[in-house]
């Protein structure tokens, strides 16, 4: 039997310890220091754009800040992809806001513009009042369609919080994913592109925002001798130590995104002359995925399989695999929520798997898994 095999193992460089030593060497065992510094610095200089980044304790804490500093207050509602983690969405609720759900189309996976637009104009007209923020998802490191987005949301003056958990590296024409809404959310957490062992960001427009999210990542204390609060702050911002990771992984992130396309490309060619198997795969060469997890869709009708069947037979075979994200639409918590679908995240979730992706995934490994699919079905 082969070792088993995971959808996306944290992988360290090496360089991680002398990081962490360092903070240990110097007593910077703390929630700020050297490490935290050069961590944002190089996810700056990686993402570009002139944005700046903030380090945080999680991608959602980072959803949290961006929100709260587009002004999300209790009774606001706020735009959200259904197609995703729940993490995307939960912070609106926090908030004591509601999130409105809208689907995906069938080539990014994404949010679908026609559906936001539509949400927009029926919120409106249903509330008397603008959604307060729209939240797209590149969902498993695909762009979503930027340019349709931002153009809606720039007619209705509705400013867009992109979520880029999965998306570190991913580009759209050209342009690193976070960076194109005011605000941009990446995670860091054990099975991202990176780890810090867990971890976020938030990327932000200009130092003043980035002042701002230190603030109130670190209980929004005023600069009095003694500790002053005029509003309430959270504790969010990154330790040292965690920053130190971070630090080590950024001098692998690109070997990593390149392993992660390398494995696409080879599940790409595998499954080229299969069948009723469908690899999900970028639109156009607008789109440059990082390919965080390379995911399919099985026709139960051409294979005979279910998603959940061939799930099975792979774990039997000590290959993990994984449902899709089930939309928020469907989640029993958000069951009453204001959704605008046509189905297409239904159908993804019934039809589809994520496969092992990660550093630790081999070539035989990749071989070894379609030939288990193909044995499976056929
Ligand atoms: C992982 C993830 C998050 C949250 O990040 P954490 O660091 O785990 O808090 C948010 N959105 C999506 C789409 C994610 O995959």
């Not at 729940?86 to 999130?99: D, H, I, Q, R, W």
């Not at 976070?178 to 957490?189: D, I, M």
């Not at 950024?250 to 490309?265: F, G, K, N, P, Q």
Request: include cysteine; charged fraction near 20%; proline fraction near 6%.
């Amino acid at each position: 039997m082969n070792n088993r095999i995971y959808l996306c193992l944290a992988h360290m460089s090496g360089a991680e310890m002398s990081y962490i030593q360092e903070a240990f060497d110097t007593n910077w065992v703390v929630p700020l220091g050297p490490n935290v510094n050069g961590f944002e610095a190089d996810l700056e200089r990686f993402v570009g754009c002139d944005k700046k980044v903030v380090a945080l304790s999680a991608g959602t804490a980072a959803i949290h800040l961006g929100l709260i500093q587009l002004g999300v207050k209790p009774g606001d509602e706020v735009i959200c992809q259904s197609f995703t983690f729940c993490a995307s969405a939960n912070p609106v609720t926090y908030l004591g806001a509601t999130p409105v759900f809208v689907d995906s189309e069938s080539e990014t996976w994404n949010m679908n513009p026609a559906l936001l637009e539509t949400a927009i104009q029926d919120r409106i007209k249903k509330t008397g009042k603008k959604p307060k923020a729209i939240i797209p998802v590149h969902l498993y490191g695909m762009p979503a369609k930027m340019d349709e987005i931002l153009a809606i949301a720039a007619h209705y003056e509705i400013p867009v919080l992109e979520d880029a958990a999965e998306a570190l590296g991913s580009e759209y024409k050209g342009q690193k994913c976070g960076t194109f809404g005011h605000f941009g959310a990446l995670s860091f957490n054990g099975n991202k592109m990176i780890t810090t062992s867990g971890g976020g960001a938030l990327v932000v427009p200009d130092e003043e925002a980035k002042k701002k999210t230190m603030f109130y990542a670190t209980q929004a204390r005023e600069s009095f001798p003694y500790y002053q609060h005029e509003e309430i702050g959270y504790n969010y911002r990154m330790s040292n130590i965690c920053a130190g990771i971070g630090r080590g992984q950024m001098t692998v992130l690109e070997e990593h995104i390149a392993h992660h396309r390398h494995v696409h490309d080879l599940y790409a060619m595998f499954f080229a002359d299969m069948e009723g198997i469908i690899l999900h795969h970028a639109p156009n060469a607008d789109y440059r995925p990082n390919y965080w997890l390379s995911t399919i869709l099985i026709d139960p009708e051409k294979t005979g399989f279910d998603y959940e069947q061939l799930r099975v037979a792979l774990d039997a075979a000590n290959v993990e695999t994984r449902p899709l994200w089930k939309p928020m639409h469907l989640q029993p918590v958000y069951k009453d929520n204001p959704c605008y679908v046509d189905g297409t995240s239904e159908k993804l979730f019934q039809k589809g798997l994520c496969l092992p992706a990660g550093p630790w995934v081999t070539d035989e490994d990749v071989r070894y898994i379609v030939d288990t699919i193909k044995e499976a079905i056929v």
